[in-house]
């Protein structure tokens, strides 16, 4: 992956971030309008009780109606308030690998750190006839078929380095 396309990349990613948290805002704030709105149902509820306007009946299922939803309310602003944005820590690590595999290719004697990068990469390694077989992980193994490597389109499952680290074939 060139440098120009990770930068782009992580712009629209930060973007997309920026983006994702206003919109959890604005829902942050719709939820506690409709929370405010059930607490002073509630108490309006136990006032009518108190003053004898509804029976014991009809006052345990409505407050139990409303008890229900302002759990489901709390549930979903606390949901929130976590801010569960680790799609986004995922994408940056992958980008970030993506470089450092394109670096790492492209430089010579590197077979200590074309082992290193084989293994954040891909996963089921073998031995075969002094050959190092394994499989990518789906994005990088997207990556590695667009990006015209030479030991991966985007049909192959496997991909096969000789001992020298060097692309031979695709299965």
């Avoid at 805002?25 to 003053?51: H, V």
């Avoid at 606390?78 to 290719?105: D, P, R, T, Y």
Wanted: proline share 2%.
């Amino acid at each position: 992956m060139s440098q120009q396309w990770a930068d782009k990349m992580l712009e629209l990613l930060e973007n997309d971030a920026k983006t994702e948290k206003q919109q959890a805002k604005q829902e942050l704030e719709k939820l506690n309008l409709e929370l405010t709105e059930i607490e002073q149902k509630l108490d309006r509820l136990l006032e009518a009780y108190l003053n004898t306007l509804i029976d014991s009946e009809n006052y345990k299922q409505k407050k139990n109606e409303l008890m229900e939803k302002q759990s489901i309310l709390k549930d979903k602003i606390s949901q929130l308030k976590a801010g569960n944005l680790f799609w986004v820590e995922s994408v940056k690590e992958f980008i970030n690998c993506a470089q450092e595999c394109a670096k790492i290719a492209r430089a010579e004697n590197n077979g200590h750190l074309l082992s290193q990068m084989a293994k954040k990469v891909g996963s089921k390694y073998f031995l075969k006839n002094h050959r190092i077989e394994f499989s990518l992980w789906p994005p990088y193994k997207a990556l590695a078929a667009s990006g015209g490597a030479a030991s991966a389109t985007e049909l192959s499952d496997r991909i096969l380095f000789s001992t020298q680290c060097k692309p031979l074939e695709v299965q």
